[in-house]
């Protein structure tokens, strides 16, 4: 099992990724996947969108970083079993839900680690079945980490440009290429405004590409 980094190395920004659960069952784990739809996701290679905190210090979501317990096979465990944490070196196990994303960053990013083989699709270990590790395993940052966050005001509207509000009667991209001004990549409604839609493109009902008010 490769070593997992020491909290304090970590960013306190990363990609908000999609939780799948088993639609029957919903999941088997007993960790903090079992209770979200999205978890964000934090370390070395993966680029530092969103922020963990917000400006009074709560995480709206559990925290994971990218695992190699078979080197080429990536996993996603909990922050809190990094070094350095009361649950470093914890074992954690597949629980039955997966997580991946449709930003083509994910895709690249997990395509890195697997050699480019299979979807960026990435198994979830967070189940334990030790007493101490279930009460323990959140997928949180330590308390000070959410205490420097709030002293800071670290927030995504202080971090990084403000969003702004969509108006009404305006029509915006949500998801672009990379090159392309969208709420996907980050930008805010201003920019992400459609002036002139393409029109080659004829968004698909389930699917919209765009998001009109």
Known sequence: ???????????????????????QYRTC???????HDSILVVGDG???????????????????ILSESVPGYPTLVPVDTCEGTDGQG????DGGNFATSCDSR??????????GRGAPVVPIHDRSEDQTSM???TGR??????????????TASTQTPHRGEPESGKT???????????????????????????PKVTPLPELDRYFQI
């Not at 993966?46 to 994971?64: N, S």
């Not at 994910?106 to 050699?115: C, F, K, V, Y």
């Open 141 to 154: 940052f330590p308390a000070e980490f959410s205490q420097k966050a709030a002293e800071k005001g670290e």
């Open 90 to 93: 914890y074992w954690v196990m």
């Open 106 to 115: 994910w895709n690249e990013l997990i395509r890195s680690r697997t050699g």
């Open 46 to 64: 993966v680029p530092e969108i969103f922020d963990a905190f917000t400006a009074e210090g709560e995480q709206k979501r559990p925290v994971f």
């Open 1 to 23: 099992m490769s070593k997992r980094p020491h909290i304090n190395s970590l960013p306190m920004k990363g990609m908000i990724i999609d939780v799948y659960h088993n639609p």
């Open 172 to 198: 915006y991209l949500l998801i672009g290429k990379r090159d392309q001004p969208s709420i996907a990549n980050g930008d805010n409604w201003q920019d992400a405004e459609i002036k002139e839609p393409d």
């Open 29 to 35: 784990t007993n960790g903090p996947s079992r209770t």
């Open 135 to 137: 009460r323990l395993l």
